[in-house]
C-alpha cells in the first residue's frame, strides 16, 4: 500500500487539532503505543493504556488533554482521540481508487442502468434489469442478480453474490464471498419428506451498512429480510430469512439469527452469539461472547449464557453434576426441611 | 420479480381446494396473515396463529375447514393449508427460467458431457470429463472440478466450488459460495510438525438435496462423505469428512458435523448445534438449537444442552459456582450423612 | 481420480519398510481395515482399532512389528504406520497437476511478476504488483488482490480471495472460498453512530500452512495478522484482525478467534472453540469441541467447558436451576453452618 509523509503541523491542521513539540517532525505511518517507533503516529483513547504513554517511541501521539502532560514526545490533543486518528490513517493511507468504467471482461444483462462514475471490474456478472448508481464499485468476479438496485458510493468487494431483487441503499460496503438474497430455509413436512417453500420475498440492506466476508443473509419467505441504516456485521455471520436488524447494531464474527427474529437498534452483539427464531430482541441489548438467546429479551443491559473454561478434569466432573443438578436443588431442600423441623 | 394474477377460482381450480366467497377475487400475491391486504393470499395451518384470522385484511384464506367459519373473508378449504400455500407460491411467483446452452465466457474442458438442455452460465469454468444431465443449470462463475457427474433437474447458483469426482444426483439445489469436496482435515503429527494425509474419497450428494448458502462438505478421506437422499441443510454448515447423513435430515444454519460422525434419517437439528466426531446419531433424533453432542444418542427424542441467557451480574456469579459443582455435591452429601447419623 | 497399481515388494521398496507375504501381491487403492477388500491396503496405528485386524478383507496391512502376529494377510511393517501410509496414498493416488501457464481468461493486472512455472486458471483475475512465485498454482475464479506476494509451491483452489498485499509464504494451501485479507472488525463510536477504523495492517500466511474452504482471516488494524509456519485450519473459521497463530498449531472447524488473540505453537483446538479477544493463549494448549474461552490461558493442558446434552425434559429442570445456582450455595453454606453450630 502507497503512504504518505506528513508533518505534524500538517496533521493539526488537517485535523484541527492543537499541537506541541516540533512542526516538521515527519509522520509518515500510524502504530500503536506499544511498537510505535520514530516516524509513526499514535494515540491514547483508553486509560487502561495510559501506562504505555511514557514509553512510546511514536514521533506524536494524539491524547486528551489531561493526558498531555505524561506524553514523552510530539503530541496532538484532541478530545476524542481514536476519531482523530480514523482522521489521521485516511491521510497516511488513502483508499484504494477505482477506475470508473464497466471491464471489458465484464458480462452485462439486458436493460441494466450502470452510471458512468461506477466501477465494474473483470469478469463480474451484472444479469438483467440492474441498476448502478454513482460511484458504486463491484469488485472482481462479483455476481449481480436481475433486478438488483444499488445506491450510490457502495463498495462490493470481489466473488459477492446479490441473488435477483435484492436492494441495497448508498455507501454500504460487502466484503468478499458474501452472499445475500439466497433462498431462507423454509420447508414444510407432507408426512413423508420435506417441501420446499418458495422463498418469494427479498433483502433490503439500508444505508451506511458494513457487511463481513462470507456472511450470508437469506431473502425472507414473504417479506423482505431488513438490515437497517448504520448496522455493522462481521464475517461468517448466518441472517435467516424474515430477521429485521435495527439501527446502528453491531455484530462479531460467527453470530446466527434464526428465522424471523426482530433484533432492536444500537444492540452489540459479540462473537459466537446464537439468537432463535421468532423472538425479539430489545433496543440497546448487549450479549457478551456465545450468549445464547432463545427467549425474547425485553429490556436493555448486558445478557450473557454459557460456561467458562476449565481444566478438563475439573470440568468433566462438575459437568457430570449439572446434569444432576435438579435432584441436588431437591435433596437442599430436603435437608432444609429437616433442620426446620 | 414478475408476480401473476389469478381468482379465487382459478385458484381453487389448481390446487383442487373447495372454496367460498368471491369467484372473481383478484389474487396477485401472498403475504402473512398480520399483514396481508387487498390482492393478497393468506393461509392458517397452524391454531397458534388463530386469533389473527378475524383481523387479516388479506382477500382470501387458505385454512382447514375447522377454522373456516372463523374466517372474515374469501376461503380456500384444505387438509394441509401450509402445502396448499406452497403450490399457490407456485402459481403466484413462477421461478427464473434458464436459457438452456453454454454462455459464451464459460471454460469448458476436454471431454466433457453437457446435456444440450443443460444451462451454463457466463464465466463458469468446467474442468475435464464432466457430465452434466437434462435441465441442470448452473450459476455464473461457479467451478466444476473434473470428473464430476451432476444429474437432471439440479440447480447449482453462482459461485460454488465443487472439487474434482462430485457426484450429485438429480433434484439438488446448491447455494452459492458451497464448496463440495475440499480436503478433509486430515493430518498425522510426526513428532515435529503435521503431515497431510491425502484425502482420496469422493462426495455424494443424492436427489433433492439443498445445500445452503457458503456451506462446506468435505470429501472422504478414504471412502465417501455421503448426504443422502432429501437432506436439507442450511447455510454455514461445516461437514466433515466421512460423515453420513441419512435420508430427510434437516440442519439449520451454523452447524458443524465433526469426521466420521453418522447422522440418522429424519433428524432435525437447530441452529448453532455442534456433532463430535467418530459418533451415531439415531433416527429422529431433533437437537434444539446450540446442542453440543459429545457421545453418540442411541434413541430417537429431543435433546438440549447449553445455558439459557441471565443478566450478566447474576450469570457471572452463577458461573462461578458451575466451577464448584461437584464439590458442592459432595458437601451436600455429607450434610445428608451427617443428618442421617 | 486415476490411481495406480503397485505390488507388495514395490510398495514396500518404495517406502522402505519390511514386508511379509506375497510380494507379487497386487494392490490398487487403500481402504479401511473395515471395509478393505482384495486389491486394498490398510494400516492399524492405534490399538484402539486392533479388535479389527484379524477379520480384515485387506490384501495387505501396514502395522507395528508387535502387531504382525495378528495380521492374517500380507504385511508391511513400519513404526509409524500412519505415516508409511500417507506415503502409499501419493503411489497410488498421484496428485493432479498443473498445467504451467496463464489462461487465455485470466485478467493479469499491470508489473505483475508471475514465474513461469506458476499454474494461473481460468477467469482468475490478478491485480497490479503482484508477485507469484515457482510451480505456485492459482485455481479458477481467483482473485489476487494488487501487491500480494506469494511463494512457490502454494497450491490456491479455485474461488479464493486475497486482498491487498497479503504474504504467503512456501507450500502454502488455501482452500475454496477463503478470503484473506479482508478489513478487520475495527470501529469506534461517535455518539450517534460507528466510525469505521481503515485497517491498514496486512496478513502473514507462513510456510506449510493449510486454511480449509470458507475461511475468513481478516488484515490487521494497524500491523499484520500473522498465521505461523505449519498451522493448519480448517473450514468455516473467522480469525480476526491482529491476531497471531503460533507455529503447528491445528484449529478444527468453525473456530472464531477475536480480535487481537496471541495463540501459541503445537496448540489443537476442536471445532467450534470461541476465542475472546486480546487474551493469549499458551503454547501447548488443547480446548475440547466448543470450548469458550473468556480469559487467557498460561498453563498448557486440556481445557474445556459447556454442558453435554441430556433428553430435552431433564435439561430444562438442569438449565432452570443453573440460574439459581449461586443462591443454592448459599443455602448450601447456611446448612453447613447451622450444622457446625
Redesign the interface.
Known amino acids: 500500500?502507497p503512504t504518505y509523509t506528513f508533518t505534524l503541523e500538517q496533521i493539526a491542521g488537517e485535523i484541527k487539532a492543537q499541537w506541541d513539540g516540533d512542526p516538521n517532525c515527519q509522520i509518515s505511518r500510524?502504530?500503536?503505543l506499544t511498537?510505535a517507533g520514530p516516524g509513526s503516529i499514535s494515540f491514547l483513547a483508553n486509560a487502561q493504556y495510559s501506562s504505555y504513554l511514557p514509553l512510546t517511541q511514536a514521533s506524536a501521539v494524539i491524547l486528551k488533554s489531561e493526558d498531555a502532560n505524561q506524553c514523552p514526545t510530539n503530541k496532538l490533543i484532541s478530545p476524542?482521540p481514536?476519531?482523530a486518528?480514523?482522521q489521521v490513517?485516511?491521510l497516511?493511507?488513502p483508499?484504494?481508487t477505482a477506475s470508473p468504467g464497466i471491464?471489458p471482461?465484464a458480462?452485462i444483462g439486458n436493460n441494466c442502468e450502470i452510471d458512468p462514475s461506477a466501477t465494474i471490474?473483470?469478469?463480474c456478472?451484472i444479469e438483467d434489469d440492474v441498476v448502478i448508481g454513482p460511484n458504486t464499485w463491484i469488485?472482481?468476479?462479483s455476481?449481480i442478480?436481475?433486478?438488483c438496485h444499488l445506491g450510490s458510493h457502495c463498495r462490493i468487494?470481489?466473488?459477492v453474490?446479490l441473488?435477483?431483487?435484492v436492494i441495497i441503499k448508498n455507501r454500504v460496503?460487502i466484503?468478499?464471498?458474501a452472499?445475500i438474497g439466497?433462498?431462507g430455509?423454509g420447508?414444510?413436512h407432507?408426512g413423508?419428506?420435506?417441501?420446499?417453500?418458495?422463498q418469494?420475498g427479498g433483502v433490503e440492506i439500508h444505508d451506511?451498512v458494513?457487511i463481513?466476508?462470507?456472511t450470508?443473509i437469506?431473502r425472507g419467505a414473504?417479506?423482505n429480510t431488513v438490515i437497517s441504516r448504520?448496522v455493522?456485521l462481521?464475517?461468517?455471520i448466518?441472517i435467516?430469512h424474515n430477521v429485521k436488524i435495527g439501527e446502528?447494531t453491531?455484530i462479531?464474527?460467527?453470530v446466527?439469527i434464526?428465522g424471523s427474529a426482530e433484533i432492536g437498534k444500537n444492540c452489540m452483539f459479540?462473537?459466537?452469539v446464537?439468537i432463535?427464531g421468532h423472538i425479539k430482541i430489545a433496543d440497546g441489548v448487549v450479549?457478551?461472547?456465545?450468549?445464547?438467546?432463545?427467549?425474547s429479551?425485553a429490556e436493555p443491559?448486558?445478557?450473557?449464557?454459557?460456561?467458562?473454561?476449565?481444566?478438563?478434569?475439573?470440568?468433566?466432573?462438575?459437568?457430570?453434576?449439572?446434569?444432576?443438578?435438579?435432584e441436588?436443588?431437591k435433596?437442599?431442600r430436603r435437608?432444609?426441611e429437616?433442620?426446620e423441623r
Open positions: 500500500m500510524a502504530q500503536p511498537s476524542h481514536e476519531l486518528f480514523v490513517l485516511h497516511l493511507y483508499k484504494q471491464h471482461s458480462v471490474e473483470a469478469n456478472v469488485g472482481a468476479n455476481v442478480g436481475a433486478s468487494y470481489s466473488r453474490t441473488y435477483h431483487g460496503i466484503h468478499s464471498g452472499v439466497a433462498d430455509f420447508l414444510t407432507n413423508s419428506q420435506w417441501i420446499k417453500i418458495p418469494v451506511d458494513e463481513g466476508a462470507n450470508t437469506d414473504l417479506e448504520g455493522k462481521d464475517n461468517l448466518q435467516a446502528h453491531a462479531a464474527g460467527c446466527g434464526a459479540g462473537g459466537g446464537s432463535n450479549l457478551t461472547g456465545t450468549t445464547a438467546v432463545g427467549q429479551i443491559g448486558i445478557y450473557s449464557s454459557g460456561i467458562g473454561h476449565q481444566k478438563n478434569s475439573a470440568w468433566r466432573r462438575n459437568m457430570i453434576r449439572f446434569q444432576q443438578l435438579d441436588m436443588a435433596r437442599l435437608l432444609e429437616q433442620y
